[in-house]
């Protein structure tokens, strides 16, 4: 049974950037991530054998001296102003597309105040990247998953529309095409792609891959929510797509009358962990 290894799947580049903050942080100090450093309970646990501990928002108030690294998904101002009150070591692993994108936020929601409309964002509603995006406006943004939630939109007044920046291209192209035909006025309707293309470009390679290949075996963890949605896309490309946490969740009855195996995953997937799971497809015997 031959197995290959998707070449663009693995760490998008704002996880890479706070894994290696992390990393070079361990080396001299003990540090604490507020919340997972990323969706993977198997990178998590290798992070945690290095020191790595993970905390939560309210015990960010007893660490008093230590080192906190914000990660890649970015926090609200509150966090910060909250850190620095309790003397608390920040190392800030934002991911740069992100940081841009609260800056953005900030200048959205000031543009509206002055002309009484709203910021609209694409995003999951508590997914910390949205969490932290709408506290850069101090929660004054609607939040907005699909077509249905647009109902709560004032379109007799201005609209900023935004995404989280791992929503899915054709989704946002579909709502401000949606906000536009409800606008009273077009022109007050003013739209920022904020999409990060190393991560929407992902959905038709996937796609791909996933046809060119018997069976796909899509490593991912469970709280992932860029995993559900690329395996999404493996799935419906290869109904034989199987969703895994590491190799121990594998079945020998997936692979019957199976040639071919494509291992993949999600932005939040390391590739060891991937080239993990391929070695132990090849040694299956099947």
């Given at each position: 049974m031959k197995v290959e290894i998707d070449r663009l799947s693995?760490?998008?580049?704002?996880?890479?950037?706070?894994?290696?903050?992390?990393?070079?942080?361990?080396?001299?100090d003990e540090v604490f991530c507020l919340g997972d450093i990323v969706h993977n309970r198997v990178e998590v646990s290798r992070l945690e054998q290095l020191g790595l501990r993970t905390v939560t928002h309210e015990e960010l108030t007893k660490l008093e001296g230590r080192t906190v690294l914000i990660r890649a998904h970015g926090e609200p101002p509150a966090t910060y102003r909250t850190a620095a009150a309790h003397g608390v070591r920040l190392i800030d692993a934002t991911c740069p597309v992100v940081a841009r994108l609260q800056e953005r936020v900030k200048k959205a929601y000031r543009a509206m105040q002055s002309v009484k409309g709203q910021v609209v964002i694409?995003?999951?509603?508590?997914?910390?990247?949205?969490?932290?995006?709408?506290?850069?406006?101090?929660?004054?943004?609607?939040?907005?998953?699909?077509?249905?939630?647009?109902d709560q939109v004032d379109f007799s007044r201005p609209v900023y529309l935004l995404s989280q920046t791992t929503q899915s291209l054709a989704v946002f192209r579909e709502l401000q095409q949606?906000?536009?035909?409800?606008?009273?006025?077009?022109?007050?309707?003013?739209?920022?792609?904020?999409?990060?293309?190393?991560?929407?470009?992902?959905?038709?390679?996937?796609?791909?891959?996933?046809?060119?290949?018997?069976?796909?075996?899509?490593?991912?963890?469970?709280?992932?929510?860029?995993?559900?949605?690329?395996?999404?896309?493996?799935?419906?490309?290869?109904?034989?797509?199987?969703?895994?946490?590491?190799?121990?969740?594998?079945?020998?009855?997936?692979?019957?009358?199976?040639?071919?195996?494509?291992?993949?995953?999600?932005?939040?997937?390391?590739?060891?962990?991937?080239?993990?799971?391929?070695?132990?497809?090849e040694t299956m015997g099947l």
């Open positions: 693995g760490f998008c580049f704002g996880v890479v950037h706070a894994i290696r903050k992390a990393e070079e942080a361990l080396q001299r694409l995003g999951k509603k508590r997914h910390v990247e949205v969490v932290g995006l709408a506290g850069q406006a101090d929660g004054n943004v609607l939040i907005v998953d699909c077509l249905e939630d647009l949606e906000v536009l035909h409800r606008a009273v006025d077009p022109q007050q309707v003013y739209v920022y792609d904020s999409i990060c293309r190393s991560v929407s470009n992902r959905d038709p390679h996937l796609r791909a891959f996933s046809q060119s290949h018997d069976a796909i075996i899509f490593v991912s963890g469970k709280k992932s929510s860029n995993g559900k949605a690329l395996f999404q896309a493996c799935i419906e490309s290869n109904p034989r797509s199987y969703r895994v946490e590491d190799e121990q969740e594998i079945r020998p009855e997936w692979f019957t009358g199976v040639r071919s195996v494509g291992v993949c995953g999600a932005t939040s997937t390391p590739k060891w962990l991937m080239e993990r799971v391929a070695r132990h497809l």
